[in-house]
């Protein structure tokens, strides 16, 4: 069975965003980042999404909320 996965935290553009899904990583917790906008030279413009593994999302946001105050999502 595919674990599903749920967006934790919402980035202004694709560069922010995968940023975070760095931050995210270095500690251990798998993330993706997904974009629904259109690319511009390859990098959406638009706010993109990242995404954990449900069961990991809590985690996920305490990771970012250490290093960016105030950009993560609440359920």
Known sequence: MRERWVEFATAPDQLIAETWAGLVRN?????????DGIPFLGTSVMP?????PEAR???????????V???VDEE
């Not at 500690?27 to 974009?35: L, N, R, T």
């Not at 999302?57 to 290093?67: G, N």
Request: aromatic letters at 4%; proline letters at 4%.
């Open 27 to 35: 500690e251990g917790c798998p993330c993706a980042v997904k974009s």
């Open 48 to 52: 993109v999404r990242l995404m954990v």
């Open 57 to 67: 999302a809590e985690e996920a946001r305490r990771i970012l909320a250490q290093y």
């Open 69 to 71: 105050d105030g950009v």
